[in-house]
DNA sequence: TTTGGTGCAAAAAGTTTGCATCCTT
DNA sequence: AAGGATGCAAACTTTTTGCACCAAA
């Protein structure tokens, strides 16, 4: 499981100052495994100060993704982040289209795929899996 | 291949009306194999049109794509989308990141795939290869 | 003390909406 | 003729930028 120190660590070998936002916006992704827009991150950001600016977030937000802390993702055209996962492994994910929390799935499609054809190179590549996790499978229909 | 009466066939199939600017629209996309911004689209448009306003293409773009005329993609943050290919299996795209051709791929992760861990209950997916064409690939690094 | 980070303000860019008019059906 | 589509304008949201002041190292 990922600690808020590790954040911090990481922050500081990228040769960042450690502020009050920072470790804020750090630990609201520690306590939260779901995806989260910015306004969402700005909001439960507020309750912890007065002053808050929305682009200093929106900035750290951004730089916080560049160095792999938080994960950037567009859902349904909307930009949220999520804490970058611990798992070691190459992995992707299965994510709950109801309540967006996401689960670690072990598997990569490119170790089963044929040859790239059209003498495509392959560089990267994203694999997700959109569907119910078991908690809002069990939920009545909404 | 996809013409342009399949086009317009879908659009009035949805009981569109078929106007001068969505027939423009729909032959934009046919000449274009590479993703376009509603940004570009507008601009190819204002070649045919003078009084030709940004919100019409935009809602056409979006309404096009609701009915699967075009496809929607986030690449580099920016919204984009192309003509929806007449591949008639279900498969899956190689996008080049240099001229942003796509290519079918005719493999789907899922058929490979391990059960879904967490009881989770899978309902639709996304994979995408990032990498560089056949064309790309020969041209000099820029 | 130094320099990067923050808050504030404002601009730029992207997206959406209302409405009178036009044009496809 | 009727109603959906367009053009125009304006609002709204999201993202970006400049700069003086503050604070972490």
Chains 1, 2 share one sequence.
Not at 23 to 47: C, D, H, W
Not at 49 to 71: F, H, K, P, Q, W
């Amino acid at each position: 499981m990922v600690r808020l120190d590790d954040l911090v660590r990481k922050m500081s070998e990228h040769g960042w100052r450690v502020t009050d936002q920072r470790k804020t916006l750090a630990n609201i992704f520690l306590e939260t495994q779901s995806y989260l827009t910015p306004r969402e991150v700005y909001e439960r950001m507020g309750r912890h100060y007065n002053g808050l600016s929305y682009d200093t977030v929106y900035r750290n937000l951004r730089s916080m993704a560049e160095i792999g802390l938080i994960e950037q993702a567009t859902l349904d055209d909307v930009v949220k982040f999520k804490l970058h996962c611990a798992e070691h492994h190459h992995h992707h994910h299965l994510i709950c289209v109801k309540c967006e929390k996401t689960f670690s799935f072990v598997f990569c499609p490119l170790d089963h795929a044929p040859p790239m054809p059209d003498q495509f190179t392959a560089l990267s590549h994203k694999f997700e899996v959109y569907g119910l996790c078991k908690d809002c499978n069990q939920e009545p229909a909404s």
